[in-house]
């Protein structure tokens, strides 16, 4: 049974009431709403007028008189609507005008929207708001109910799921992660787990699947305001690829969670190898320096973006940028060690031993962008130089007593040399470093 409005009096109106809903529906009508305009406006004050409280009802603040025995003459000025008399309002009537809801109510109102539930729905602020929680996968040692029911839950699920099978036959579910994908080849392992070839089955594209295991502790993002929840590298990377995205970061086109593995479907662009592999095999070595430009400048632009977004990599090395050969495009790839972005310091550092800034070593906290921007100096010289500047901690913490190659130019040197300074408040910014006059050389 549909439930009845606070505000519909139609049953006990009177000719004057009458009279002024007419005038509320030819309002609409000339305005070119439907006739059931004005409802959703009343459902509106109710709602607001529900969460204030009961004396509302009562026209306390309003100006004038609420048994004012004068007659208000309204002009309609809405598309030239002749004038109407009025008669005097009702009690009620002007109770509901006194109790409209101010600007501020309605900036309320529209905050406290419905629920989300989907992926899909969220947008920038709720990738903005987006707070890291460490939820722990395993069993908790007190004792609870809900543990002896999880499993018994599981164990039933696995024998009727049996029964289905020799009844049935197996029939695989059309959205799990075997029904879409196959996987092939191993590209490379780690700590994490490992990356292997896989091809998407509804249309054939070639895909990159990362398996990561998970651990006791696995890192989620919880949207404020949503249901949500998603593996933290998941999470950080759709904040990075929501549009407009940037050419210079690997997609991410899909992930599932699964019992022991969390797994990431990105795009696998082909022809392509990381950095290391064409130093190793097409460069054997040092990179020229208009190379190593077009290529070390597309790796900024994807830490810029990074920031842009809200996300810091922490481990921008040579294995983690793939060059796709046929367009020489740059891809930043493996979130594994990134984290939500911040402008305070750092007091945890994931990444790289080498690329690691001395400030960690020394202080023990650290910047997002300057901890960046000296990954990139190493990596610049890594690949101008073929080595990299330093071989442990104490070299890193010693100073900028690094050599160089012959033949380098001094606008490269002195880029090196701004990137790598001990004092992480001397190094560029990513627009300094767009702006230095190396990237104003010849360009091939």
Request: proline letters at 5%; glycine letters at 8%; a positive charge.
């Amino acid at each position: 049974m549909k439930r009845k409005s606070l505000f519909d009096d139609s049953g006990n109106a009177g000719p004057s009431e009458k009279r002024s809903k007419e005038q509320a529906v030819t309002r609409a009508t000339s305005l070119g709403l439907p006739g059931k305009a004005t409802s959703s406006r009343l459902v509106i004050k109710t709602r607001v007028s529900r969460r204030r409280s009961l004396p509302a009802l009562k026209a306390t603040h309003c100006d004038e008189p609420i048994n004012g025995a004068s007659t208000v003459e309204s002009a309609s000025t809405v598309q030239g609507a002749s004038t109407v008399e009025s008669s005097p309002p009702t009690q009620r009537e002007r109770a509901s005008q006194c109790d409209q809801p101010t600007q501020r109510e309605q900036g309320t109102q529209s905050v406290r929207r419905k629920r989300k539930t989907c992926f899909r729905d969220l947008d920038s602020e709720d990738f903005q708001a987006a707070k890291k929680i460490c939820i722990s996968l395993a069993p908790s040692s007190k004792y609870s109910w809900k543990l002896p029911l999880t499993k018994l839950w599981g164990i039933c699920r696995k024998i009727f799921g049996g029964l289905k099978q020799k009844v049935f036959g197996k029939v695989p579910d059309p959205a799990s992660f075997s029904a879409q994908y196959y996987v092939g080849r191993v590209l490379g392992t780690g700590g994490f787990g490992s990356v292997h070839d896989g091809t998407r089955k509804r249309d054939g594209k070639n895909v990159a699947l990362k398996f990561i295991r998970k651990g006791d502790h696995e890192k989620y993002l919880t949207f404020p305001g949503t249901s949500l929840k998603l593996p933290l590298e998941v999470g950080l990377q759709l904040m990075v690829s929501r549009p407009p995205a940037c050419d210079h970061i690997v997609e991410l086109l899909d992930w599932f969670d699964e019992p022991d593995y969390i797994i990431i479907v990105m795009e696998h662009p082909f022809p392509c190898m990381d950095l290391i592999g064409v130093m190793r095999h097409i460069t054997c070595g040092a990179m020229r320096e208009d190379y190593a430009r077009r290529i070390w400048q597309q790796a900024v632009l994807a830490c810029r973006q990074c920031r842009d977004r809200g996300v810091l990599h922490r481990d921008v090395k040579a294995e983690n940028l793939l060059l796709q050969l046929d367009t020489f495009r740059v891809k930043l790839v493996d979130f594994g060690c990134s984290d939500l972005f911040q402008e305070e310091l750092y007091s945890e550092y994931l990444g790289t031993l080498l690329y690691c800034p001395p400030e960690v070593f020394i202080e023990g906290t650290y910047g997002g962008d300057k901890a960046t921007v000296w990954s990139l100096g190493v990596l610049l010289y890594a690949m101008v130089n073929a080595n990299l500047p330093f071989r442990d901690a104490e070299e890193i913490c010693s100073g900028d007593d690094f050599p160089f190659i012959t033949g380098l130019s001094d606008e490269c040197r002195d880029l090196i040399k701004w990137c790598l300074r001990q004092n992480a408040n001397r190094r560029p910014s990513f627009e300094d470093i767009l702006q230095h006059e190396w990237f104003q050389g010849p360009q091939h």
